[in-house]
C-alpha cells in the first residue's frame, strides 16, 4: 500500500513468475517450462556479424522480418501475424483489445485452472472474468464455454495440466461464440500434435498465440505472437500503439528470425524434448506416480508416497527446482518442465533417494 | 472499426511515430531524436561473447545489472531504480499505477504542447486529462501546475519545443502536489544542464524517467528507467508484474549495463551532439530562423521565407527527413534531430537549395 498508487495498484494481485536461481547457484531448473537446450548455432552468426551502429536507430515497428518467417512457418500470410515482447505482452494486448471493460461489460471466459496470468490481465484491465471449473479429470468443460459471454480464452494444451483440448472440441467453442474473440493460447503446441491454427480460414473470431521460449528456446529473447485474421492483428496494432511503438528491440527481431527459419533445428529441438517426456513419465508412473499424457514440454505429475508440497522442498533443498501451485484440485501435483536427460535422470535420482528417506 | 474490437480499441488514437526508412533507402534520418553515433564498441565485446546457452533462460526480472549500474552513474540506490522495455513501456507503467482513473476522477495536469503520447496513455487507461496551454513563448506555466488535481507529468526539457524549465520551477509543481505523483520525463536531460535527480532526497512523489536510446546510442535496444522513491518503483513494479514478468530481453540486459559502465564514452557521446546542435543553431539564425536555445538532441526551429509544412515536404524529396506535426501553435516548426556534422551539413546546403528554388 502506498498513497501514491492509484486504487488498482492498491488492489491488484500480481503474477508470481517462477523463483530464478542467484548468480552462480548450481540448480537444476524445471519450474519455468523453459528449453534446456541453448539456441540454434545460427544465432551466433548474427551476434558476430551484428552491425552495432544498426542499435542507435530504433526497431522496425512491426517486428516484419520475424513477422516473414513466422508467416512462411506456419503457412498464413504476413499480415495475419503479430509480434510482441513475449507471448505474456500479446496476450495483455489482445486482453486490452478485444475483451469487453467495465461492471456492466459481460464476462470473458476462462478455465478455473488455467494460466494464472489470465485473471492478473482481466483484473489489470477491468474485465470481468467468469471461470468455468474443469471437469473432474481436468478436461476443458466445453459445453459450458459453448455459452456465450464476453469472449474466451485458454491454453491448449493448458497448463499446468499438460492436457490438449482436440480440435473437434476447439471448433465446438469457436461456432458458439461467432461474435467474440476466442483466444487460444498455444504456448505449447509445437509439444503437441494439433494446432487452431488450421482452423483460422473458417473462423473470423479466432486469435491463436504462441510463443519462441520454449519450442525455439528463446525465452530469453522474449518473441510472442499472435495469429489470426487481419482485424484482429489491426486491433492488437491499435493497443501496441498506444503503449510502445517499439515493443521488440533490433538484436530480438534478427534473432527470432533466423531460428524461426531453422526449421530442421527447431522440430530436432522439440522432438528431443518430447522423447524425453515420454521416457520420464514412464519412469515416473513405474514408480507409482500418475499424471496425464502431457502434450507440452512439462509433465504435470502425482507424486507417490509423499505429498506434491513435501516433495517440492525436499527437491529444492536437492537443487531441484520444479513448480507446485498451493491452490485447491492442483495441490497434489508438481508441474515438472523438461529438462536434457542428464537433467531429468538427476531428478529421477532425487525422486528415489527422497523415497528411501536420504 | 471492427465488432471484434471492445469500445477503448475501436475509440482510442494510437500515436503516430516518426516515418521509418524503407530496407535500402538511403536516406538522412532527422525525425525521431535517435543519435546518429553507433554504440560503445564494448557492446561488440558482448556481442561476441554471448552464450546463446543463455537465450533459452527467461531473463531476470527486475534487469538488475542494469540499475546497478543505473544506481552508480546517477548516485541513488539499485532500489529506488526501475528498467523497462523502453521509456515508453515505464511511461505507460507510471500512467497505470499513479494517476487516476475513471469519470469520476481527478485530472492529471500535462502541458498541451509535449510528448504526444501522454494523452494517448491517458486515453488508454481512462485517466481523465487537465491540458494547461504552454505559454506564449512556450514556456511551461508553473502557477497552472501548482493548483494540484490528480498529478503532473510533463517532459523536461520538452519536447518539441526543446526548452528547460529550471529545476527552481520544478521544486514549485513539486511543493505544491505533495499527495500525487509528478512525473517529469527526462528523456532529454543528457542534453541539458540540470535533471530533476538531486531533488529526489526531499520529494517522494517525485518520479523521474530516462532513457539510453538517445545519449547512450541504443534506441534499438529499448532500455527506459525511471528512479524515484522506493515506493514508487515498487508501484511500477506492481504493474509490470500484472503486464509482463520479464520486459527486459537478457540481450538488451547487457547491451545496456555495459554502455551504461562506459561513462567517458557516454560523455563524449553526449558533448559531440551538443556542439553540432549549438553550431547548426547558429548557422540556422544566420539564414534568418528562429529557435529558441535547445537543451536536447532536437532544434525545434522556424524557417525563414518558406512554411514548415513547404519545406518539410522539399526535405523530403531530397531525401531527409525531419518532423513536422501539423497541430495549432506548433505548425509553423520543424523538429530536427541533430545528426553528424555530415549529416547536419547536408540539411544545411538541402536548405539553401530550396531557398534558391532548386
Given at each position: 500500500m502506498s498513497r501514491f498508487w492509484n486504487e488498482k495498484t492498491n488492489s491488484i494481485e500480481p503474477y508470481v513468475a517462477g523463483e530464478q536461481p542467484k548468480p552462480g547457484q548450481k540448480i537444476i531448473k524445471l519450474n519455468t517450462n523453459e528449453n534446456p537446450y541453448p539456441a540454434t548455432p545460427k544465432v551466433s552468426k548474427v551476434m558476430e556479424n551484428l552491425d552495432i551502429g544498426l542499435l542507435a536507430r530504433y526497431p522496425e515497428t512491426s517486428s516484419v522480418m520475424v513477422r516473414e518467417e513466422l508467416a512462411k512457418y506456419f503457412g498464413v500470410r504476413p499480415e495475419q501475424v503479430f509480434c510482441g515482447n513475449g507471448s505474456d505482452e500479446v496476450l495483455a494486448f489482445a486482453f486490452q483489445a478485444f475483451f469487453e471493460a467495465g461492471e456492466n461489460a459481460r464476462p470473458l471466459l476462462v478455465p478455473?485452472?488455467?494460466?494464472?496470468?489470465y485473471p492478473v490481465y482481466a483484473s489489470l484491465y477491468s474485465i470481468p472474468l467468469k471461470k468455468i471449473p474443469l471437469k473432474e479429470?481436468?478436461?476443458?468443460d466445453v459445453e459450458a464455454f459453448c455459452q456465450p459471454e464476453g469472449g474466451v480464452a485458454f491454453a491448449n494444451p493448458n497448463a499446468p495440466t499438460s492436457l490438449k483440448l482436440p480440435l473437434t472440441e476447439v471448433e465446438k467453442i469457436l461456432k458458439a461464440n461467432p461474435d467474440h474473440v476466442v483466444l487460444v493460447d498455444e504456448a505449447y503446441a509445437a509439444f503437441s500434435d494439433e494446432t487452431a491454427r488450421v482452423l483460422l480460414p473458417k473462423y473470423k473470431n479466432l486469435l491463436v498465440t504462441g510463443t519462441l521460449s520454449k519450442s525455439h528456446s528463446l525465452a530469453g529473447v522474449r518473441l510472442g505472437f499472435a495469429i489470426g485474421d487481419e482485424e484482429l492483428i489491426e486491433g492488437l496494432c491499435r493497443i501496441r500503439d498506444s503503449f510502445n511503438s517499439y515493443p521488440v528491440d533490433c538484436i530480438a527481431q534478427r534473432v527470432a528470425a533466423v531460428t524461426v527459419e531453422d526449421k530442421e533445428w527447431v522440430a530436432e529441438n522439440v522432438s528431443k524434448i518430447c522423447a524425453t517426456r515420454d521416457r520420464i513419465k514412464e519412469e515416473l508412473r513405474k514408480r507409482g506416480w500418475t499424471m496425464p499424457d502431457s502434450k507440452t514440454n512439462f509433465l504435470f505429475a502425482k507424486p507417490c508416497g509423499i505429498g506434491a508440497d513435501s516433495l517440492y522442498t525436499k527437491l529444492r533443498e536437492k537443487g531441484i527446482l520444479v513448480r507446485y501451485f498451493n491452490k485447491p484440485r492442483i495441490n497434489e501435483y508438481l508441474r515438472i518442465t523438461i529438462g536434457t536427460d542428464e537433467e531429468m535422470d538427476a531428478l529421477l535420482k532425487a525422486v528415489d533417494e527422497i523415497a528411501e528417506g536420504k
Open positions: 478455473d485452472i488455467s494460466y494464472s496470468f479429470d481436468f478436461s476443458i
